[in-house]
Each structure stands twice: as C-alpha cells, then as structure tokens.
C-alpha cells in the first residue's frame, strides 16, 4: 500500500478544517441584513434627571409653603383679635369693680377724678392715625375707656378733645346696650377707614351699687391697630426662616440630584462597558444602587458562560471531528488481512498520535476555559522564576533527547544561570513576581512546548528587568514564521504544520505534523490576567535575508523569540 494514500486519507480533514472554522464565526459576526432604523421622537423638554428632581422638589415646597403661610396667616389675625378681646374682658371687670363707689358716690362726675383718670389712660388719638407701639418704647395707654350711666349717657371719656364723646348717648351701641339687658356686651367699630386695621373692639361690663342693680356700664376699647407690629413682625420672621429653610432644602434636594444623577451616569457607563470588563462601581450611599450592579453584573455572567458554554460545545465538536475521522479511518484500513506490517505499524502509530491529540485538545481547552471565565482568579504569590525555569528545563530533558536537541540554557543579562544555585539577593529581587505558579508553570511549559516542537538545534531562555517588570524570552533556532502567521500566532485554534528536518529524526517524522492551536492562545490569556504582555517575533538572520542584523540576546544566526513581559513583585 502507497504510503503517501494512507498519510492523504488521515490528514485530509485537517487541510479544510481552518476554512471551515472560519467560515462559521464569520457568519456569526456578520449576519446578513442590517436592523432596521427607526426615527426617535424628538421631545420638546429634554431635561436631566438632576434638574426634573431638582424643580419637582422646588414645586412642592412653593405649593406647601403658600397653602401652610396662608392657613398660618389666616389663622393668626382671628386669634390674635381673641387675645385682644380677652385681655379687655379682664380689663373691664377690674374697672368696673374699681369704679363702683365712685358712681355711686358721684366722684365720678367731679372734674379732679376724672383729671385723674385722664393721666392713667392718656395717649394718642385712635380715630386719625394707627396706633403702632412698640414694647420697649411704650409710655402710654392704647385702652380706651368710657362709663355711661344707667341710661347711656356717657359719663367720663378717656381721650381728648376733639374725640371726647362726654355728654353723648351711647344706648344704642352694642357694648352698652347689650350690657344694659344683662348680656354681655361687645363691638367692633371702624374709626378709620384710610388705614389697615383701624378698627377699635370694645367689651363692657355692668357697674352695679350694693343692691346689685345696674347703676352704669364700662366699656373699654383697644385698637386693633396696636398688635399689627407684632403680627407683622411675626409674619416677617415666619418668612425670613422659611425662605433660609427652603434654600437649604434646595440646596440638600440639589446635592442629593446630583449624587443620583452621577450615580446612574456611573451604572450607565458600566453597562455600556460591559464587554470590557469594567469594575462594578460601588455606591456608599446607595444600597439600592449596589444591587442594581450586582444584578447586572449577574446578568453578564450568566449571559456570558451561556454564550461560552454554546460556542465551547460548538468548537470542541469540531475540533474533535478530524481526529476522530483519522481514527476511523486507520480502524478501517486496519481491518484490511492483505494489509503488509511496515504499513499495519505506520496506521497503529497514526492512531496512537491522534488519540494524543486528542487528550491534548480536551486538556489544553478546559484550561482555556477557566481563564476565559468572568469568575476567574488568580492564586498570587510571591514566585522567583529562576528556580522555576530551572526546574521546567529539568523536565523537559527527556523531549529535548528525544528530538536531539541541545539542553536548554538560561541567561540573565547574558549570563549563563543554568545550573546556578545560590542566588544573590539582588538576582532574586529582579526576577521575582507575584504570580499564580500552577498557572504560570502552564504558560511557560506550552512556551517550552512550542519551542521543542519547532527548533532544530538550540532552545534558550533570556530573562532581563526594568525598573517595574521583568521579561522572559525564549528562543528557538527554527525556521521563520511567516508574517501572516506573527498577527494569528495566539488566535484559538491557529497552527502552523511542521515538516521535521532533524536527520535523527523517528521514523514518524515524515508525517505532517499539526498542534492544538490553543496553547499560545492560553499563554496569552494567563499572561494578560497577571497584568503583563506576550509578543512574537523572528530574530537573527535567514537564508532569504542574509543582510539581517543578529539579534544581540541570542548567539543564534535565527529563530523565533516569544517575549512575556510581566510585573515585578512590589517591596
């Protein structure tokens, strides 16, 4: 049987698989047809929250303040005219107590008690003018008071002429009148119309002689007048401290507008960033604010590894295709009795590498996915990578035999550290990061694997330092890469075939060979969690370029150098 039929019918899925892949997520990201735009309403008022929260909260207190100043004010005339009526209640029964024996007597007619009455109740007029005193500046009387006989008749008079109203009748207002019939008796009556509050309230009482017959009434008025300063005074300081307390209610209705605003810009700009992984904003004062985050942040998750676990499914299933087939058909040829040994040998071992591959693409794939998850963490510690590099080329000896190739030797600044042992302080405070090992012992073994797999002689790792991070680079003297495959090199799924071209090479090694193509991409994942960068690129010179400056890190004529820069640890 030809050799080269057998080689065709195993590794014909593998030639298309690329395209195929390709072809899928290119339908995924480029749906035929285009949504439809629709025009949005334009809005004659198109307000921030701040001020909408702002003006409604200005609203309320205008509308609440106008109807409790109006109730209050409303409320304050009528009770302080009660206040005044009581206190001339109390005046008139004091007075008509006071001047029972000087009516029954008739000293109340003699001009002396009268004069002297006169000087207890002078003061201004209240019928021309408004009475407007003030507490500490008071020194006069605003009661008027007048005594009439059993009759009506006004006996004594307390203002001056021209008011005086001695001598005339006064049966027929109300206070005496209604006093006169034993009811009580009280009036209100305008002095002057051309002023506010120029009414005079009056309230009399009945002086009766020691039979207890009505013999005279006392009436005494007060001006309405005389409390309008205090109310007034009252009504300003009322309007002066809601006025302070409705600027500061603004002002906190303001901040508290403000803080709200900023804080749903916050959620916004995290919701539209959520396909970049932006750090969920914290609210102090805001615990609602808090769940909504955390619920979207949920949400995000569970949408993600739903999209993760379908699109995981879908590529590990095609991935597994083309093995799979090889597989079935080494099984089918296998069955084959007229089948000679060089060519029952060669389909077994092809059965043994894609068996291989595939234990290498489930393991590599769930290690990707773990990275790949939103949830993923890194268990940091502080990790010095000399020892480390040392131990992974150890371990890697028995490939490197087995390829024939060179041991692996390690540099730092150039100088050789391959078997080096006790390190100086200043070695390990320059090449020592805070990294996750089980994770970084990945990276740099699918680095080292690479490597291998490609070189044809030599493998060597350079490490040198700045002042924040630390750069790892291992070289590999194989062949170049093309420029297209430098820009997919740590794209999922990408590979490069390689043709060995060792003259030691196992008697496997005239099949094309093919990875995972996960492996960079892996390396390139874990790195960017630890906060650092990967690179590749050829170095040295070719035989297509011989005029190509040597790289100076490597004593190789060319290669391919993958580069991790990583954060040093901090003091």
């Given at each position: 049987m030809n050799h080269k039929k057998v080689n065709g019918y195993i590794n014909s899925h593998d030639n298309n698989r690329s395209n195929t892949n390709q072809s899928n997520w290119y339908?995924?990201?480029?749906?035929?047809?285009?949504?439809?735009?629709?025009?949005?309403?334009?809005?004659?008022?198109?307000?921030?929250?701040?001020?909408?929260?702002?003006?409604?909260?200005?609203?309320?207190?205008?509308?609440?303040?106008?109807?409790?100043?109006?109730?209050?004010?409303?409320?304050?005339?009528?009770?302080?005219?009660?206040?005044?009526?009581?206190?001339?209640?109390?005046?008139?029964?004091?007075?008509?107590?006071?001047?029972?024996?000087?009516?029954s007597s008739g000293q109340l007619y003699d001009a002396d008690f009268q004069a002297q009455l006169d000087a207890a109740f002078s003061g201004p007029s209240t019928s021309n003018q408004p009475i407007t005193p003030e507490y500490q500046k008071k020194s006069f009387s605003s009661f008027r008071v007048y005594v009439t006989d059993n009759q009506g008749m006004v006996i004594y008079d307390s203002l001056s002429q021209p008011d005086n109203d001695e001598g005339q009748d006064y049966s027929q207002w109300n206070d005496v009148y209604l006093t006169l019939k034993g009811e009580y008796g009280a009036r209100s009556t305008?002095?002057?119309?051309?002023?506010?509050?120029?009414?005079?309230?009056?309230v009399a009482q009945p002086i009766n002689n020691a039979a207890g017959?009505?013999?005279?009434?006392?009436?005494?008025?007060?001006?309405?007048?005389?409390?309008?300063?205090?109310?007034?005074?009252?009504?300003?300081?009322?309007?002066?401290?809601?006025?302070?307390?409705?600027?500061?209610?603004?002002?906190?209705?303001?901040?508290?507008a403000w803080w709200l605003k900023q804080s749903i810009t916050l959620v916004t700009q995290y919701t539209g960033a959520l396909a970049e992984d932006t750090k969920k904003p914290y609210f102090y004062l805001g615990h609602e604010l808090n769940s909504l985050t955390d619920t979207i942040e949920t949400m995000k998750h569970r949408l993600e590894n739903r999209a993760y676990v379908t699109d995981y499914v879908h590529t590990l299933t095609h991935e597994l295709k083309s093995p799979l087939t090889a597989i079935r058909a080494s099984g089918e040829l296998l069955e084959d009795d007229e089948l000679d040994a060089e060519d029952r040998q060669m389909l077994i071992q092809a059965v043994g590498e894609q068996s291989i591959k595939m234990q290498q693409l489930i393991d590599r794939l769930l290690?990707?996915?773990?990275?790949?998850?939103?949830?993923?963490?890194?268990?940091?510690?502080?990790?010095?990578?000399?020892?480390?590099?040392?131990?992974?080329?150890?371990?890697?000896?028995?490939?490197?035999?087995?390829?024939?190739?060179?041991?692996?030797?390690?540099?730092?600044?150039?100088?050789?550290?391959?078997?080096?042992?006790?390190?100086?302080?200043?070695i390990l405070a320059t090449t020592s990061i805070f990294a996750d090992q089980f994770w970084l012992v990945q990276v740099l073994q699918n680095v080292l694997d690479n490597a291998i797999h490609f070189a044809d002689n030599t493998i060597n790792v350079y490490m040198h330092s700045t002042a924040k991070a630390v750069t790892i680079e291992v070289f590999?003297?194989?062949?170049?890469?093309?420029?297209?495959?430098?820009?997919?090199?740590?794209?999922?799924?990408?590979?490069?075939?390689?043709?060995?071209?060792?003259?030691?090479?196992?008697?496997?090694?005239?099949?094309?060979?093919?990875?995972?193509?996960?492996?960079?991409?892996?390396?390139?994942?874990?790195?960017?969690?630890?906060?650092?960068?990967?690179?590749?690129?050829?170095?040295?010179?070719?035989?297509?370029?011989?005029?190509?400056?040597?790289d100076t890190n490597t004593s190789q004529s060319s290669g391919v150098m993958v580069s991790l820069t990583l954060p040093l640890a901090k003091d």
């Open positions: 339908a995924k990201l480029h749906p035929i047809g285009t949504a439809k735009q629709t025009a949005k309403p334009e809005r004659l008022l198109n307000l921030s929250i701040f001020f909408r929260i702002w003006l409604a909260v200005a609203l309320v207190l205008v509308i609440c303040g106008a109807l409790v100043f109006g109730q209050l004010f409303g409320y304050v005339k009528p009770t302080a005219q009660q206040v005044i009526e009581d206190t001339l209640l109390d005046t008139s029964k004091l007075l008509a107590a006071s001047l029972q024996t000087p009516l305008v002095r002057n119309h051309r002023h506010r509050d120029g009414s005079v309230m009056y017959d009505t013999i005279g009434v006392v009436s005494v008025g007060k001006p309405t007048a005389s409390v309008r300063h205090y109310l007034d005074n009252t009504r300003k300081r009322m309007l002066i401290t809601a006025l302070l307390m409705s600027i500061i209610a603004l002002i906190l209705a303001g901040l508290v290690l990707l996915a773990k990275t790949e998850q939103p949830t993923f963490k890194l268990n940091r510690q502080l990790t010095p990578l000399l020892p480390l590099l040392q131990s992974l080329a150890k371990d890697n000896a028995a490939k490197l035999q087995q390829q024939q190739l060179s041991p692996i030797s390690i540099y730092i600044d150039d100088k050789d550290m391959s078997k080096a042992t006790a390190l100086s302080a200043d590999n003297d194989g062949k170049w890469l093309p420029d297209y495959a430098i820009d997919k090199a740590f794209d999922r799924y990408f590979s490069l075939s390689h043709q060995s071209q060792s003259e030691h090479a196992s008697m496997s090694s005239g099949a094309l060979k093919k990875g995972t193509g996960l492996g960079l991409t892996l390396v390139k994942q874990v790195i960017e969690h630890h906060g650092g960068h990967v690179s590749i690129r050829n170095v040295g010179s070719s035989a297509n370029d011989a005029n190509k400056e040597v």
